[in-house]
Structure formats: structure tokens, C-alpha cells
């Protein structure tokens, strides 16, 4: 099992920058792939990055690529989103989630241990 928990969120203009942080607890948590979700209000949740502990592979939702970037730090079990450029469409919480394997990363199912989430606002 692995606990996460997420920091970094809050109030941004359109066009700036924030960093996102995911840190992870639990003895086989590099076993499980790590992405970052989102869900603003009325809409349904949504895949926004991942990256796999043993790889370098990162994906990444059409609508962030070449604007948000998703890395790891493996010594301080941490998983970090850096979102540059960002829109009011960003608006959301932002959730850190773990797969339970490399498999179907993109979809909103594929993960199963979360986070609390961390509200991201950015106005226009």
C-alpha cells in the first residue's frame, strides 16, 4: 500500500506558474506508477500526467502537453507537477494518485491509492 500527500496548490494568474508535490510513504511505493489527476466543479475527473518510477516514460493529457511537466525525485520519494502558462481552464483540485501498474496510466481508473487534493485556481 502507499499513502500520498499532495502540495502546493493555490492561486495563480492566468499565464503563471506553479509547482505541484506529491510525496509518497510506503515500503514498495516505487512499485506503483504515480499521475496527477484533476476535477473541477461539475466536470468528471480527469487524467492530467503520470511517470513511472522505473523509467523516464511520462504521459501526459493533449490539453497540458508543452505546459506542464511532470518529474520525479526518487531518494525523496516525491513526484512533482510544474504547470507553466496556465489557463482558468486549469481551475481544479488536483489529486497525486497510484497505479497499480504501467497499464491504461491515462485513464482515470487505472489508479488506485490517493491523495487528499490540492485546490488550484487561476484567475483571468
Known amino acids: 500500500q502507499v499513502q500520498l500527500v499532495e502540495s502546493g496548490g493555490g492561486l495563480v494568474q492566468a499565464g503563471g506558474s506553479l509547482t505541484l508535490s506529491c510525496e509518497a510513504s510506503?515500503?514498495?511505493?516505487?512499485?506503483?506508477?504515480l499521475g496527477w489527476l484533476r476535477q473541477a466543479p461539475g466536470k468528471e475527473r480527469e487524467f492530467v500526467a503520470a511517470?513511472?518510477?522505473?523509467?523516464?516514460?511520462?504521459y501526459y493529457a493533449d490539453s497540458v502537453k508543452g505546459r506542464f511537466t511532470i518529474s520525479k525525485d526518487h531518494a525523496k520519494k516525491t513526484v512533482y507537477l510544474q504547470m507553466n502558462k496556465m489557463r482558468p481552464e486549469d481551475t481544479a483540485v488536483y489529486y497525486c494518485?497510484?497505479?497499480?501498474?504501467?497499464?491504461?496510466?491515462?485513464?482515470?481508473?487505472?489508479?488506485?491509492?490517493w491523495g487528499q487534493g490540492t485546490q488550484v485556481t487561476v484567475s483571468s
Open positions: 494518485a497510484a497505479a497499480l501498474g504501467p497499464a491504461g496510466l491515462t485513464e482515470t481508473s487505472a489508479y488506485r491509492y
Open positions: 510506503g515500503r514498495a511505493f516505487s512499485m506503483f506508477p
Open positions: 511517470i513511472r518510477w522505473s523509467s523516464d516514460t511520462t
